[in-house]
């Protein structure tokens, strides 16, 4: 058999696929509600005071008034009750001006998520972290999915990567990135295989992909062992370092035998944000059918 070449491997532009689709919400939004307090409007909820956390909140509050769309918030201290957040969820999920809602994880030790989470309606969960959510995309049916992977799909989309077929494996099985990005790949006609901690033999698995997504959270996991020539490889992992942000993939090594990859910064993570704008005008729609 003949040993498999690769050219040089291109690098996937998602701040700039992120910023087109930012802007197409933006158009949308402008020519779909002249009339700004009647936009579409994401409310965001931060308990407590985690630095970064107010860092995340601040970029998806200004990509929200970039788009035209309307931004509520609500901060609450780390001491709030699991009632008064409650209250506070409950409150914007009653309002029929609020398309979205969105919780700002991880909030404060003491404080039970999930059970918060769930008080979003369905129809306003952008985040798409309800049980009910996960449920529906669980069952192929029609919802609000997950930032992060949907980002993700939409980026193999704008490379035109074909998935119907293709051998995709996901590294990480997270509630958050891992387990709906393997069942969005699924809906698109995937092979999908999910590696994780207790994997065996990881490069073994990771090899065998067309399309390989890292969400381990691991600096450096995936080198040029783990990488069959040509493949896609899509980076999500993102960690802070000294010399700036990196990811779980071991870039320089994986150069010149991937046929495409996201760089860290400037891949996946603008991708989350963007389809953050996108999921609050479908929950307006959803909200208003024929609107
Ligand atoms: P997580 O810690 O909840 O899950 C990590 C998963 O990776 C687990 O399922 C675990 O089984 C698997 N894993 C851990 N070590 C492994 C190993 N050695 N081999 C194989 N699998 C292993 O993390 P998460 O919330 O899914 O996030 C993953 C990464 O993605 C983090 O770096 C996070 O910062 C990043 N992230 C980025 C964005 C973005 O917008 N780009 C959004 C969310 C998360």
Known sequence: MPIPTAGPTVLIDGAAIARRIRAEVAADVAARFPDPDRAPTLATVLVGDDPASAVYIANKRRAVREAGLRDEHRALPATASQAQVAAVLDELAADPGVSGILL??????GLDAPSLID?????????GLTTASAGLLARGEAGLRPCTPSGVIALLDAEGVPLAGASAVVVGRSELVGRPMAQLLLQ???TVTVAHSRTRDLAEVTRTADVLVV????????????????????DVGIHRTPSGLTGDVRRAEVDGIAGRITPVPGGVGPMTIAMLLVNTVRAADRAAPGR
């Open 215 to 234: 969400a381990a959270g691991r600096p450096g996991l995936i080198g040029a062992e783990h990488v069959r020539p040509g493949a896609t490889v899509i």
């Open 119 to 127: 008080r979003i309606p369905v129809g306003k969960d952008v985040d």
């Open 188 to 190: 698109r006609d995937a």
């Open 104 to 109: 700002q994880l991880p909030i404060p030790a």
